[in-house]
């Protein structure tokens, strides 16, 4: 993401929009959201230090709505595959793909939601509902599979989150190159393996 796509979001009268996207850009340079602040957002998109503020009381604030905006397309991407398929096991891998897809294909988005910043979610409450409804995709996918018992009987919940706990794992360790992976197609090969073994433990519980 370059500045002049910046400047250009904000010449077209989207001030805000250019803010996170700016943002956005620091954070895939440093690899860091505590290296953001408003003065330089501010620099990038090429308004004065006070501009910001008209739609960030703080640095906080434009971090919750970057993160906001990531769990949007988040939730778009394991929604579009929910659809694939009516089978909830083959859901719920499809879901763990597009969730280690959407980390590498946004790795300054995916830093912000999990990793480099921590928020008080319950202060921000359409972040806090949209990170809901992502991990709810799984949960579903979980019950799902449950009620047709293919999956054990144990709280939906916790095998979510040992379900997320494994894809989010793999999706920064790829994010962070702590793999010796960067060939795409092998990528996608470790990212269908590690999710269909998950299915598979899945699976060998409930017999």
């Known amino acids: 993401m370059s500045k002049s796509r910046s400047k250009v979001t904000y010449h077209h009268g989207d001030l805000r ?10 954070i895939a340079e440093t690899r ?8 330089e957002v501010a620099r990038r998109v090429g308004v004065s230090p006070a501009a910001p503020y008209r739609h960030f009381a703080d640095k906080d604030v434009l971090l919750a709505a970057v993160a906001e905006e990531g769990f949007q397309q988040l939730l778009l991407a394991l929604r579009v595959e ?14 763990g ?25 319950e202060n921000y409450p359409s972040l806090n509902t949209v990170a809901r409804e ?5 949960v579903h996918a979980i019950t799902a599979g449950q009620s047709i018992g293919v999956i054990q009987p144990s709280d939906p919940r916790q095998l979510a989150w040992i379900s997320w706990s494994l894809v989010h794992g793999l999706a920064l360790l790829l994010i962070d190159r702590q793999l010796p992976i960067v060939d795409e197609q092998e990528i996608s090969s470790l990212v269908t393996l ?3 073994s998950l299915i598979y433990g899945l699976q060998k519980i409930a017999k």
Do not use: C, G, W
């Open 17 to 26: 929009q250019a803010l996170v996207e700016a943002s956005l850009e620091i």
């Open 32 to 39: 860091d959201a505590s290296s953001v602040s408003l003065r």
């Open 82 to 95: 929910a659809h694939v398929t009516d089978e909830p096991l083959a859901r719920l891998q499809a879901n």
């Open 97 to 121: 793909v597009a969730y280690v897809k959407f980390a590498i294909a946004h790795p300054a988005h995916y830093r912000v939601m999990f990793n480099s910043f921590r928020v008080e979610k």
């Open 134 to 138: 992502a991990f709810a995709e799984m």
């Open 194 to 196: 590690a999710t269909h």
